[in-house]
């Protein structure tokens, strides 16, 4: 599958964005998750979703101010962001896997190119 993340863009610190990941082809059949890498940084996860949307899994520290969805009808997931920081400046990251969250974030086996965000203080 292919994916591809848009949304990014400048925004201010309190703002709200919403990204999204289109994927190419039976995009239900994968876990989609989302990731981001700051500048100077390793990546980090956000968080992921299962296959039919039901479930949602959180890093601890991305818990309250994001969230993730999926429409399979659209081919798409989404990463909701609230109350954006400057320290939320990152290239942000979706992928997708055949198998479950957990072994999506191991190593996913489809990534798309990433949508900057940059949050201004």
């Known amino acids: 599958v292919q994916l591809q993340a848009s949304g990014g863009g400048l925004v201010q610190t309190g703002d709200s964005l919403r990204l999204s990941c289109i994927g190419s082809?039976?995009?239900?059949?994968?876990?989609v998750g989302w990731f981001r890498q700051a500048p100077g940084k390793d990546r980090e996860i956000i968080g992921g979703?299962?296959?039919?949307?039901?479930?949602?899994y959180y890093a601890d520290s991305m818990k309250g101010r994001f969230a993730i969805s999926r429409d399979n009808a659209k081919n798409t997931a989404y990463l909701q962001m609230n109350n954006l920081k400057p320290e939320d400046t990152a290239v942000y990251y979706c992928?997708?896997?055949?198998?479950?969250?957990?072994?999506?974030?191991?190593?996913?086996?489809?990534w798309g190119q990433g949508t900057l965000v940059t949050v201004s203080s």
């Open positions: 992928a997708a896997d055949r198998g479950t969250i957990a072994t999506m974030l191991r190593g996913a086996d489809y």
């Open positions: 082809q039976s995009f239900s059949t994968f876990a």
């Open positions: 979703i299962i296959k039919g949307g039901g479930s949602t």
